[in-house]
């Protein structure tokens, strides 16, 4: 299995709203990622995960929480988020959290609308 | 610090012609390099990687790409464009490692006109 998985596919909720994407993997990997896409950008990243503890979070606001129950699954919770915050979320992993090429595999993303 | 720079924004073939899409790098250490492509409402996936052992790297969809150390350039070239090539393209560097950040360029819309 060479593919990593996210869900939903869309998302749309309020500002008062609490949501969760989810992203799996099963290719062994140990570093995770969350990075968010605006329209016409490239992906800014948001969090890395290094074999299942956070490692990396580009002072992203506590709006966002990560988690990484296992090295399989990384959720992102969503709480009173901003219209502002309406993008694709991509999730990521990569083999080698310390080495290697960091080449990553990109899931197909979930489009967040935030009304 | 790691840098990419990718010159032009948007880039439009016939079918059938040559695609080059340019990539220039700065980085204080012999980078790896990539090529991912995204189609609409997608998320990414890799083309082509440069990680050293060749400097004319082949990936997939015909695409190929050369390094360029004197020029710091990994430039994506394909032969014959074809409709399906028609997607935005991400150079990106890294200096290896989940903590060495994916380092994306701006991204290359190319349109490919029948």
């Known amino acids: 299995d060479t593919e990593v998985t996210q869900t939903p596919k869309h998302l749309v909720m309020g500002m008062t709203n609490k949501k969760s994407l989810k992203c799996e993997q099963h290719m062994g990997h140990r570093a995770m990622y969350w990075y968010k896409q605006k329209a016409k950008k490239p992906p800014e990243l948001m969090f890395v995960?290094?074999?299942?503890?956070?490692?990396i979070n580009e002072s992203v606001p506590s709006r966002f929480s990560p988690e990484c129950p296992n090295s399989s699954l990384l959720n992102l919770h969503l709480h009173a988020l901003q219209p502002e915050d309406s993008a694709l979320y991509l999730c990521?992993?990569?083999?080698?959290?310390?080495?290697?090429?960091?080449?990553?595999?990109f899931g197909p993303g979930t489009r967040l609308t935030v009304l | 610090a790691q840098s990419v720079t990718q010159l032009g924004s948007h880039v439009s073939v016939s079918e059938g012609a040559l695609v080059l899409l340019r990539c220039n790098y700065s980085s204080s250490v012999p980078p790896y390099l990539f090529w991912y492509v995204q189609y609409p409402n997608q998320g990414l996936q890799l083309l082509l990687k440069y990680t050293s052992a060749a400097t004319l790297v082949k990936g997939i969809n015909g695409f190929e790409a050369e390094f360029k150390k004197s020029e710091t350039s990994f430039h994506l070239t394909k032969p014959s464009a074809h409709m399906s090539d028609a997607a935005e393209y991400f150079c990106?560097?890294?200096?290896?490692?989940?903590?060495?950040?994916?380092?994306f360029g701006t991204g290359t819309l190319l349109a490919v006109q029948p």
């Open positions: 990521a992993s990569s083999q080698e959290p310390s080495g290697g090429t960091n080449e990553q595999f």
């Open positions: 995960y290094s074999y299942e503890k956070l490692s």
């Open positions: 990106a560097v890294s200096r290896g490692g989940a903590t060495n950040k994916l380092i």
